[in-house]
Structures are given as C-alpha cells and as structure tokens.
C-alpha cells in the first residue's frame, strides 16, 4: 500500500511544487527575462517525470525514496526559487532597495536551474529502475491483505446493520453472484464489520470458499492477480491480460459457493466492474462478494437493499462503546462517569477514536487503585487524546496536504470563520484557478473534502446550507504542527512560551520558517523576534505572520521598518493584536493578499492603496469613525472589506472604474453610501452599514438598497459617530439614535436578503411586524437593543415568520416574550445571550417540529429553567435530533445529577470556562 501511495503523492507533489513554480515564471516573465531557456527545460522535465510517475503508479513497486530526499529537494529548491523571483518584484515594483545580498535576474536563472536538477535527479532514478520510460513488472508482487482483522478487534457496534448484513450474506435469491457494499468515513468500522461476518460460524458454513483481499490500487487486473495467488498460491498467472485472467478465475470458482471480501476499494471504473462481474459472475447460486470503502460513487454498482451506510455513532452510542473497551466485563464506576461522557463527546461519533481514547486511558488507569487518584487521572487527561492516523493524512490527495495541514495555526476546539479559512487559502496560493469554477467555490470544495474525512467540522451553517464556522480538534491541531515543522513540512512554525525556558523553538531559529504563529505571549515575542531582526546577516523570508494572542502589543515607529524588510515577501498578515500608531507611506508589500490590522487612528492613509495584490483588508481601531484616503475600488484584487468603525470613503471611489470584485464591504458609512458607489460593485454579497443609521432616510439613501439584486447578508449598526475614540455606551440611553420603522420598508431591502442582522436601532417591538413581508429571510439577528420595549408578544395565528430558521438575540432588555408555533413555523435554531431581564423563554417553541438547537448564555435563572423544560418537552415527543446548550450553568438548585440521564439520552455537563449543556 505504501508503495503505490509514495508513487501517487510522487506525480501530485511534482505537480504542485513544479507546475506552480512554472506558472509563477510566467506571471513574472517581464521581470526575469534571459530565463526562457531554463524555463522551458524545467517544464520539459516536469511533463516527462509526471508521465514515468503516473506509469509506475499503477504498478506495485516501491518508490518511497522519493517521498523523502528528493522530494523535498525539489519543494526547497522551488522555494528559493520563488523567493528570488518575488524579491526581484519588490525592487522592480516598489523602487526599494532591500537589506541584504541583492538578488538578480542571473539568481532566479540559477535557482530555476537547481529545480530542474533536483526535478531531473528524480527522472534519472525512474529511467534506472524502470528502464527508458517503460515499465514491466510482474502485478502479483502487489503488497495485500489475505487476513481480516481479529476478534479482540470487535466492537459491540452497529448491531442492526450486522443483522442486515447477515441477512444479505445468507440468502440465496439471485441466480448470479451478488455484490454487496458498506461504506461509511474512514474508522467508522467498515473493515471490522466485514471481518465479524467473515468469521461468523453461520456464514463461514453458507459458503464453500472464503477469499479475503485488500489491493491498494483495485484494478481489474489487479483484484483477479491477488484473488488468484489466493485460490492457487503455486499457480503462475498465464497471462496479465484481464480477460485471460478472468478465465482462468472463473475456472476456479465456477463450482464454489464463494464469499469474496474486498477492504477498503478507493475507487472502481466501470470497465473494472464489468471485468470482475464477468469473472465471478458465473457461480454456483449465492455467492456474495462483499465490498468496503468510503467511496459513496461505488452505490451505483449496487442495489438499494445491497447498500449499508455506517453512520458516525450517537452520544450515547459513543459512551457505551468508551465503557465497553475501558471497562470489559464490568460496569463504570460512578465517580468516572461524569469524565468519561466528556472524552465520548469529543471523539466526535467515531469509533476509532473513541477506542483509541478507551485505550490511553486504560494504560493510566492501570497504575493506580484509589478511586480518589483514578477520578484525578480522568481529571487531568486531554480531551481529545486520540491521534490523528497517519495513514489519513498519506493518503491525501497532494492539492489538499497544505490546506490541512494550515488547519493548525488555528487554536485547537475553538470555532473559526470558514471565510477566513477560504480566504487565507486562496492568499497562500494552496488554491489553483480552474476554468468556469472561482477559487471560492474549489475552496469549498476542498472544505468539505477535509470535512468528509473527518478531519475538519463544522460549527455552524449558513442560511443557503454553506459551512459558516467551523473547528479541528486539539489532536489534529497537534499532528498540522508536528507535520508542518522545518524538518517536516516546513509549511508553519508555533511559537510557544515556557515559563523559565522561554520560547521553544528559540526566536533566533525564525529564519528556518516559511510562516509563522504565535496565539499567546505575543508582548514576550515581539521584542525578541525585534532583536534577532537587527542580525544584519540572517536572511529572513517570511511568508506569513498569524497571531490570535489576547493579550495586545503597540509596536514602536522605530521598529517598523525592520518589520518591514523581514516581511518584504509577505502574502499572510493576520496580527490584529499588534498595534500601530499609523499607517507608513513606504509599505513595500508588495505580495500581500490577505491582511488584519489594529490601528490607533482615524485614517486609512492613500498608501494602503500601494498593496495592489490584497484580496482581504481588514481594520480595527480605537476610533468612532475610519477615514479613508484611499481609493479601495482601484485596489483591483479586493474582495473583501470590513472594519470596526463607520468608514467614510474617499470621494475617488464614486469615480472608479474597478469594483466588480468586491464581494464583502462591512462597516461602510450612511454618509458615504450612494448610488454612485453601489452601482460599482455589482457582485457584492454581504454590506454592512455602521453609523448614525437615521442618515439613510434623508436624501432617498433608503432607497439604494433595493438595486443590491447580489446581496443575501446585511448588517445595520446603529452606531455614535461624534467624538474620538470609541467607548462603551448602552444605547437605550441614546433616544436620540431611535430610529423610524421606515428602515424595515421590505420594499427598500434588498430583494435576494437572506441574513438580516440589526444592532441598537432601538426601534419598537410593534415594528417587527414588518419583517414579515420579507419572503427570502432565513437568518435574523438581533442585538444591543435593536427594539426597545418590555414585552414582545406575538398573537394570533399569522406566520409573522414564515421562513425564518434562525435567530439570534443579544443584549436586549426585554422582561416577556409570547409566541407560538405557528409564529416561526421553520425555525431550526434560536441564540440567546445577555438577555437578564427575560425570565422565561416560550415553551410554545417545542412544539415546532423543524427546532433543533436552542443556545442560552448569560440569562436569568428562571430563563434556564424554561429552556430545560423546552428541552424535556423536546425529549418526550422523541425529537433526537435536539441539541441543547446552555451556557454558563449557574443554578444551585440544579444538580448535576438531573442532567446525566434523561429519558435514555445522555447530557454531557461541560466545566470550560464557561460550563455547557450539550444533548443529542
């Protein structure tokens, strides 16, 4: 299996690393031009070598050299490569003369001359062991399984589809050998289920001959060479034709009664599935072959009735196999409980995990006897203990290695942005263009790859069913790190502060780094990342700096510059937590595509409109209001633009010819909004308006909104503009920002509106009413005093909102809320938080049969009481699919006890920061 996958991750990492590098000389032509030669020469190599690759692919033989040495001299040559060329561009682009030895155009000649050779050292070994571009070698030399697993590796698991499956194994109605699947993500058990049945004593005495096979390269051919060697291990294949093998297999197995398994299939053609129905199709009557993959693709091969799709286990499921492999043969002690449900939780449904955790955990408890060190023991181990398979992650395709291995500068269990994701995705480069299909959308593609494999989940979803949040677990944070290290990947480094031990690795060591991140400790780290900058003879090529750190640094006029020669090649800087008085004139960043900064001033100066390649700009400050000087629309490349502060655009932007590609602009001023501006962005899709919201009823600006046909999310900040710096304020204080219940004309909104979000509008609750009108609405948010007012009350039997699934309330300062079923007839998910004076949260919510999640936080104690009877009621109706959480669990007179067990389903009581109620 490892042969043919090295030999596969051969052909995609040449590509990636080769083809990108060559589409990069073409990009940069006018800047190193004399390089044609050994352009041309390097690409010619990259054909030859991909097509030896893509030959010896389909072979069995073993190229793991390649996946080490050489490859990664290929990907570091190619690196110094792209970094010759893109210095070239910062001189030639920006007229600035960088620290350091110069780099020419007979450099970049050079460094594409060492791809070519580390490339061509790669093709002289093929052609050595190969021969001149022709591969012979015997296919029976494939590396396979003739043995399932063993029952010590069973699990008491998907007992009803073991029951179906039996069923079909055991029944003899066709005339024809039947073929059978079970598919399902990887680790779910599929293999394991295949292997109870192969040594079930019923099915072993159904069936005359029982033939176990695992090729990892399932070829006709293939499949008929392993099956062969099986039945006949002293047989000599005659020929390697399919059709020849096929005879003499058949010949075989004509007068048997065969169950023929085959593990884990990745993919069958249909030529490959006509080859092998024709050679076991004709058998005695109720021969089976029973196939396992995670290719959902293989369900057409089969029938309905012949399909079983495993399914990732239940909460409870979940902790009745965590008990079952911790605790064989005895019950679960109850002080353990409590901890065990916690590790079931977060093994997210898979029992590979979830074994894998039992076993860890096992180990430890083995050492100690005192019930009292044993509850320490469940304590103080992690969440998440179980590792991500390596196997996993060699197996993935090479286009999607990078994308999740980046999962990991992201902190471990805590939800993210799949726009962030994607964006910074697309600013790395790990994203190619393909014709008719934008880069967000092959984004997203790649998402729910990574998704499907269990090693990506989604949080939340957006109201068109897209991913909106989502979050990896502490392990595959862990492995992404492990794996993206200088001596591995060299994709990203952590940097980690050691009380006593200081930073590990040590901040010297930065210039072995492509990208960097530092989450904590980022007021230790500059000052020490300063002074190894002023090493005048360390080379430093940075290509991403990511900082998610609470705590906040203000970086000093004086270091800028060195920021600035270090970041020269920089594509990626996420450091909102590092501050600036101002932005500089001479920023020279020329490869910057996505960028968050935190400014201590009100302007955005015209040289923010320097950085051409910016795909993503986004600005906070301390300010009320941004003004920005330049000209964003002329920034060709944006796509996205959002800021914390009502910003007001320059003039130049009602003039600009560009536009067309900015998609996101959060934060806009009323005063800046007119016809002018919106008629230049016709694909934008999500606006958000900041500012003294009463603006947009004068002069017709209310009516600008209705022509925004692309936009599906809009967001309204009523928000204080005058004075300086912002401040905290409460807005039901401010009753001069009340607004008119014109805003909400539906006929004024935009007509595709999807998500609406309002924020201290402080409008009447009589008003929502209008919102009815809006027939595209799904998504309605609520915040900081949106409606003023101490009861929302809902009557008659109208559907006030017909299509609304989700709602979100915060900080509203309402004491009653009444409603019934028929007033969100679709709702599937309701958000509360900060609402204390709310003392009771509508029962009549249980009754809608679409309303699975309910999230409570920071709310008055009788509102916890309702949101549990909500869930109580939600229960006794048997809807399984509820999930609750209510956050923080302060009630003393809630005891843990009532949470554990409910009606059958088990409610994991979570002890964070915040304590969370979760139940499915």
Same mark, same amino acid.
Request: proline content about 5%.
């Given at each position: ?17 080769? $083809? ?68 070239? !561009? ?8 960088? #620290? ?62 073991? *029951? ?19 598919? $399902? ?21 159904? @069936? ?9 390269? #399932? ?6 060479? /392993?099956? =062969? ?38 993919? %069958? ?19 089976? /072959? ?11 091969? /089969? ?5 079983? %799709? ?14 079952? *492999? ?23 449904? =898979? #029992? ?8 860890? =955990? ?45 999962? $990991? ?24 263009? !393909? ?30 069913? &897209?991913?909106?949040?989502? +979050? ?41 780094? +492509? ?27 940075? +290509? &991403?700096? /990511? ?52 400014? &201590? ?32 629309? !002329? ?58 919201? !009463? ?59 999807? &998500? ?15 919102? *009815?009108? %809006? ?11 949106? @409606? ?15 299509? =609304? ?108 920061? %915040? ?6």
């Amino acid at each position: 299996m490892e042969a043919v996958v090295a030999s596969k991750v051969a052909i995609e990492a040449v590509k990636f690393f080769g $083809g990108r590098f060559v589409q990069q000389l073409d990009e940069n032509q006018k800047l190193i031009e004399g390089t044609a030669e050994q352009r041309n020469k390097l690409e010619y190599d990259i054909e030859i070598l991909s097509g030896y690759l893509k030959e010896s692919a389909e072979k069995p033989k073993s190229f793991t050299f390649l996946e080490r040495a050489l490859l990664r001299e290929v990907r570091d040559n190619v690196y110094k490569a792209e970094d010759a060329i893109d210095s070239i !561009a910062v001189k030639k682009e920006s007229n600035w003369i960088m #620290p350091g030895p110069s780099t020419s155009v007979v450099d970049v000649a050079k460094r594409i001359q060492a791809v070519a050779e580390s490339v061509g050292k790669i093709r002289k070994k093929i052609e050595d062991q190969l021969g001149i571009g022709h591969v012979t070698t015997n296919e029976g030399s494939a590396v396979y399984e003739d043995e399932p697993p063993t029952q010590e590796d069973y699990c008491p698991i998907f007992v009803k589809e073991e *029951r179906r499956l039996k069923r079909r194994l055991t029944r003899d109605r066709a005339k024809q050998t039947e073929l059978i699947l079970i598919t $399902g993500t990887r680790g779910i058990g599929k293999t394991i289920m295949a292997a109870k049945m192969f040594h079930n004593s019923e099915v072993k005495n159904h @069936f005359t001959k029982l033939i176990w096979v695992s090729v990892p390269n #399932p070829t006709a051919k293939n499949i008929l060479l /392993v099956v =062969l060697k099986q039945l006949h291990p002293e047989t000599v294949p005659k020929s390697d034709i399919p059709c020849e093998l096929r005879k003499q297999v058949r010949s075989l197995l004509e007068k048997e009664k065969f169950l023929l398994v085959l593990d884990n299939v990745s993919r %069958m053609s249909k030529e490959d599935y006509t080859e092998l129905q024709k050679a076991f199709g004709k058998s005695v009557k109720g021969s089976k /072959v029973l196939i396992t993959s995670t290719n959902p693709e293989l369900v057409h091969f /089969v029938k309905d009735d012949s399909h079983i %799709m495993l399914e990732l286990l239940k909460l409870k499921e979940s902790w009745d196999l965590l008990k079952w *492999r911790l605790f064989p043969g005895a019950l679960c002690p109850p002080e353990l409980e409590y901890h065990g449900q916690l590790f079931a939780e977060s093994c997210n449904g =898979l #029992p590979r995990e979830i074994v894998s955790t039992a076993e860890a =955990l096992a180990e430890k408890l083995r050492l100690v006897n005192n019930p009292r060190e044993r509850i320490q023991v469940f304590k103080t181990f992690p969440l998440d203990i179980a590792p991500v398979n390596e196997s996993i992650y060699n197996e993935l395709p090479y286009h999607l290695r990078p994308c999740f291995l980046y999962l $990991g500068i992201f902190p471990g269990q805590s939800k993210f942005p799949v726009s962030k994701l994607i964006n910074m995705w697309i600013a790395e480069g790990f994203i190619p263009q !393909a014709e008719d299909v934008t880069l967000e959308e092959t984004a997203e593609k790649y998402l729910m790859q990574l998704v499907g494999k269990n090693l990506l989940k989604i949080e939340e979803m957006r109201p068109d069913g &897209s991913a909106k949040t989502c +979050r990896i677990t502490e392990s595959t944070r862990k492995f992404c790190q492990k794996i993206s290290a200088p001596e591995g990947e060299n994709l990203f480094q952590d940097f980690k502060y050691t009380s006593g031990e200081g930073f590990f690795p040590q901040i010297n060591e930065v210039n072995k780094n +492509r990208r960097i991140c530092i989450h904590a400790d980022i007021h230790r780290f500059i000052p020490k990342f300063i002074t190894s900058l002023r090493q005048e003879s360390v080379q430093i090529y940075i +290509r &991403s700096f /990511v900082s998610n750190s609470i705590e906040e640094f203000m970086l000093d006029k004086g270091d800028i510059p060195k920021f600035r020669a270090v970041f020269k090649l920089l594509k990626v800087l996420d450091a909102k937590p590092i501050k600036v008085d101002k932005i500089y004139t001479d920023l020279c960043l020329v490869h910057l595509r996505y960028v968050t900064l935190s400014i &201590s001033a009100g302007v955005l100066p015209k040289a923010i409109s320097t950085l051409r390649k910016v795909q993503t700009l986004i600005v906070h400050t301390t300010f009320h209001t941004l003004k920005i000087e330049a000209d964003i629309l !002329a920034m060709v490349e944006l796509k996205y633009f959002e800021t914390n502060a009502s910003a007001i655009l320059s003039k130049k932007s009602e003039a600009s010819k560009e536009g067309e590609r900015l998609q996101t602009l959060c934060g806009i001023s009323p005063e800046s909004c007119s016809g002018k501006l919106f008629s230049k962005l016709p694909n934008l899709k999500k606006l958000g308006i900041c500012g003294e919201l !009463a603006l947009m009823l004068f002069d017709g600006k209310n009516d600008l909104l209705k022509d925004l046909d692309k936009v599906v999310n809009l967001k309204l900040l009523n928000k204080e503009t005058r004075g300086k710096k912002q401040k905290l304020w409460k807005t039901s204080l401010k009753p001069q920002l009340k607004l008119s219940n014109r805003i909400l004309e539906p006929s004024k909104f935009p007509p595709s509106l999807r &998500s609406l979000t309002l924020s201290a509008t402080c409008l009447d609750w009589q008003d929502i009413f209008i919102l *009815r009108l %809006m027939q595209e609405l799904k998504e309605l948010k609520l915040k900081d005093n949106a @409606f003023l007012g101490e009861k929302w009350e809902l009557l008659g039997d109208d559907k006030v909102f017909p299509y =609304l699934q989700t709602l979100k309330i915060e900080s509203l300062d309402f004491k009653q809320w009444e409603c019934s079923k028929d007033h969100f007839p679709q709702l599937k998910r309701l958000t509360m938080s900060k609402c204390e004076l709310l003392k009771k949260i509508p029962i009549e919510l249980a009754d809608i049969p679409t309303f699975q999640e309910l999230h409570f936080q920071d709310g008055h104690r009788h509102a916890k009481r309702s949101a549990k009877r909500i869930r109580d009621k939600k229960l006794e109706m048997k809807n399984n699919n509820i999930v609750f959480k209510l956050l923080p669990l302060e009630d003393p007179t809630l005891q843990l006890s009532d949470y554990l067990y409910l009606d059958r389903e088990i409610v994991l009581v979570q002890w964070y920061a %915040m304590c969370s109620l979760l139940e499915t």
